[in-house]
């Protein structure tokens, strides 16, 4: 079971990027998913997560209606479209699930047991 993220790259502060969050080894389209990130020197933080069904979403304040988490489970992914990207935004990303009878969209990293590797967003002033 492993999730996998990608998209990552260094950008320039104002970019977009999109992430995505694919699934191998089972299906994830019953869990609820979140996206998380981790600065260096700081603490693994909550960016957002998306409900199974894809109709409740939640963000971390910080966003300010710059990212859009969004979920195909036809192919079993997640994405995370971040627009009017800034300096404070690099870290590496992380995509996680909760367990599948979980409905809530927690924002502690601890209630996603499973979770991805990471991918790296760089954003220069």
């Known amino acids: 079971v492993q999730l996998q993220a990608s998209g990552g790259g260094l950008v320039q502060a104002g970019d977009s990027l999109r992430l995505s969050c694919a699934a191998s080894?089972?299906?994830?389209?019953?869990?609820?998913m979140g996206w998380f990130r981790q600065a260096p020197g700081k603490e693994r933080e909550f960016v957002a997560a998306i409900s199974k069904d894809g109709a409740a979403t939640s963000y971390g304040e910080f966003v300010k209606g710059r990212f859009t988490v969004a979920r195909d489970s036809a192919k079993n992914t997640v994405s995370l479209q971040m627009n009017s990207l800034k300096p404070e935004d690099t870290a590496v990303y992380y995509c996680?699930?909760?367990?599948?009878?979980?409905?809530?969209?927690?924002?502690?990293?601890?209630?996603?047991?499973?979770r991805g590797q990471g991918t790296l967003v760089t954003v220069s002033s």
């Open positions: 996680a699930a909760r367990g599948s009878a979980i409905t809530v969209l927690a924002r502690a990293w601890s209630m996603y047991p499973f």
């Open positions: 080894g089972r299906t994830f389209s019953h869990n609820v």
